[in-house]
């Protein structure tokens, strides 16, 4: 596609339910980024795909979060039991490839996310 | 994690220069970029920095001393368009991006 695409832009759910985020990267972007934003706070790494794989989950808050990326293309991330403090606005980001030394981060417009 | 500190807000006349300063304390070092984020939308490219120096970008320049963890974003001939989040992002040798908490640039006629 011409940008990056992220489904649902507004989802609300009620605590303790299971949510599922996409995410659409650009077309020949082997390199996926997720991201959360938190009103009035600077955007926190989540998770990067190189391809399909993820070599570093640190950046998960819990365990109740994981991400896939199948085919080299989508990704989701999901959200079991949620919790009042996932509430945020969830980045979707996707680059040419991951350690070139450019390395320019296409931005989705973001899954707003609130936990009643 | 890294630390990375930008002033929340700033206010400025349309027309005027400002100057957004960033501060990082981080190892492994490997680039600095700058972000502008309209209210409700996705953060959107403005500039990157490796080498000590100053980019220019049209009416915006971006100035990087390693040395110092220092960078900062220069808007000039400011317009209403330009009010905005602007985001500091260091990058560090694994690739990662961490982002500063944003500053406010608000543009009054």
């Known amino acids: 596609g011409a940008g990056v695409s992220q489904t649902p832009s507004n989802k609300v759910t009620e605590k303790g339910k299971y949510v599922e985020l996409r995410c659409d990267p650009i077309s020949g972007h082997t390199a996926l980024y997720w991201y959360r934003q938190s009103l009035g706070q600077g955007l926190e790494f989540l998770i990067y795909f190189q391809g399909n794989s993820a070599p570093d989950k640190s950046g998960l808050p819990s365990d109740r979060f994981s991400a896939e990326r199948t085919g080299g293309s989508v990704s989701t991330l999901t959200i079991q039991r949620t919790q009042q403090e996932d509430s945020a606005v969830y980045l979707c980001a996707s680059s040419i490839s991951w350690g070139s030394s450019y390395n320019e981060q296409f931005f989705g417009p973001g899954t707003r996310l609130t936990v009643l | 994690g890294q630390n990375i500190d930008q002033p929340t807000e700033m206010t400025a006349t349309e027309g005027a220069i400002v100057q957004i300063n960033c501060t990082y304390q981080?190892?492994?070092?490997?680039?600095l970029f700058w972000y502008q984020q309209h209210a409700g939308e996705a953060p959107t490219f403005l500039s990157y920095n490796v080498l000590d120096g100053l980019e220019e970008k049209g009416r915006f320049s971006s100035f990087l001393s390693r040395s110092k963890g220092y960078s900062y974003l220069l808007l000039k001939e400011l317009q209403m368009k330009d009010s905005a989040s602007y985001l500091c992002a260091v990058r560090t040798n694994d690739y990662k991006l961490s982002f500063g908490a944003g500053t406010t640039v608000t543009v009054r006629a």
């Open positions: 981080t190892s492994g070092f490997n680039g």
